[in-house]
C-alpha cells in the first residue's frame, strides 16, 4: 500500500533483524509496526525491549502506526501501562463483526466501511473492542456495535493510529466497501506524509494551510467552554474554509460551531452545551474536530453537569 502510494520505504522483518533499537527507530519520522496474530501460538509479539523502544521514540515526537491481532488482550497482562499511557486505550473484551464503520468525524475512518476477509478471515480469528483513553478518538467500531470500538487515533506530543485488528485483514476486493488503501491515505494524511506534485515556482495561493488546536478551556466544563485554533500560512494571503464540529462518544454530529473561509490568525470560539437545535445535551464525552484543506485535528471533552 505505501508503495501505491508512492511514499518511499524501509522494511524491518524482526524474525531475520531482530528487534529495531530505539535509534533505529528514531531515524524514521514514521513507523508502521505489524505485530502479527498474537493470539496463533500464545507468543508476545512485542517484548519488553520493544515496547521500551516504542516508547522512546514516542517520547521524542513520533509517528506511529501499530496494528494486530489481539494486541490490546495482550498488552492488558504484559504491560497495562503502556496500553494505557502510550496507546491512550483500554482493553474492553472480545468482540468480533465481518464488517465495521468509520467514526464520523475521525481522520482515520470518517465515512468508510471495512470488511475483513471472507471465509477463514484469512488469519484473523480473534476480535477485540477497547475503549478510547485521554484525548483518543475513536476511529472504527464494528458493524451494529457502535460502541464496539476496535482501533483509535492520538495526536498530542506524538501522533498514533492503534488498530487491535490486523490491517493486513482488511479485505481490497469487496466492491461496496472501501479499501485498505483508502486507510492507508488516510493514516499518511494524518501523519502529513503524503506526497504531492511539486514544481519549482511557488504560488503562495496554493501554499499548505497549517494550523493548530487547543485543549477546550474549561475541561471538564459547565455549561460553557472555549476552543482556540489557529490558522497560519508561510506567506501571502491565503485563506481556506475551516470548519469546527463537535460529535458524541457514538460519532454523531452534535453541532457545527465554525463553517467558513478564515484567514490566518487567532481565533476562539465557545461552545455552550446545546446541540443544532439548541437543545441542551446530556453529561458525557465529546471531541471536537478543526478540519481544513482536508486535514483534521480532534480533540476530546467533557461535560458533566
Not at 486507510?183 to 504560488?203: A, C, P, Y
Amino acid at each position: 500500500d505505501l508503495y501505491r502510494k508512492l511514499v518511499p520505504a524501509d522494511v524491518w522483518n524482526k524474525d531475520s533483524a531482530g528487534s529495531p533499537s530505539s535509534l533505529d527507530l528514531n531515524r524514521y519520522n514514521m513507523v508502521i509496526w505489524y505485530t502479527g496474530d498474537t493470539c496463533a501460538t500464545g507468543e508476545t509479539y512485542l517484548s519488553t525491549a520493544d515496547i521500551g523502544n516504542i516508547e522512546q521514540y514516542l517520547d521524542n515526537g513520533g509517528n506511529l502506526f501499530i496494528t494486530g491481532q489481539g494486541l490490546a488482550g495482550q498488552l492488558q497482562i504484559q504491560r497495562p501501562l503502556f496500553l494505557q499511557d502510550y496507546l491512550h486505550a483500554a482493553y474492553s473484551g472480545p468482540l468480533f463483526a465481518p464488517s465495521m464503520d468509520g467514526f464520523d468525524g475521525s481522520p482515520i475512518g470518517n465515512k468508510l466501511s471495512l470488511r475483513f476477509y471472507s471465509g477463514s478471515n484469512m488469519e484473523y480469528t480473534w476480535g477485540e473492542k477497547i475503549i478510547p483513553l485521554e484525548d483518543a478518538m475513536p476511529a472504527f467500531a464494528y458493524a451494529f456495535s457502535p460502541d464496539g470500538y476496535n482501533s483509535l487515533s492520538y495526536s498530542g506530543q506524538y501522533n498514533l493510529v492503534f488498530f487491535d485488528f490486523p490491517y493486513e485483514s482488511i479485505d481490497n476486493n469487496s466492491g461496496r466497501y472501501d479499501t485498505r488503501d483508502t486507510v492507508m491515505f488516510n493514516i499518511l494524511n494524518f501523519f502529513g506524509k503524503m506526497m504531492t506534485e511539486v514544481s519549482d515556482e511557488v504560488d503562495n495561493n496554493l501554499l499548505p494551510v497549517g494550523f493548530s488546536l487547543e485543549q477546550n478551556y474549561p475541561n471538564p466544563f459547565n455549561p460553557t467552554t472555549t476552543i482556540k485554533y489557529t490558522v497560519q500560512n508561510n506567506g501571502g494571503s491565503f485563506s481556506d474554509r475551516i470548519t469546527l464540529k463537535v460529535f458524541n462518544i457514538l460519532g454523531r454530529e452534535v453541532r457545527t460551531l465554525v463553517d467558513e473561509i478564515q484567514p490566518p490568525g487567532n481565533y476562539s470560539v465557545q461552545w455552550d452545551g446545546a446541540d443544532c437545535d439548541d437543545n441542551r445535551v446530556a453529561s458525557g464525552i465529546y471531541f471536537y474536530r478543526l478540519t481544513c484543506d482536508n486535514k483534521s485535528i480532534s480533540k476530546k471533552m467533557i461535560l458533566l453537569k
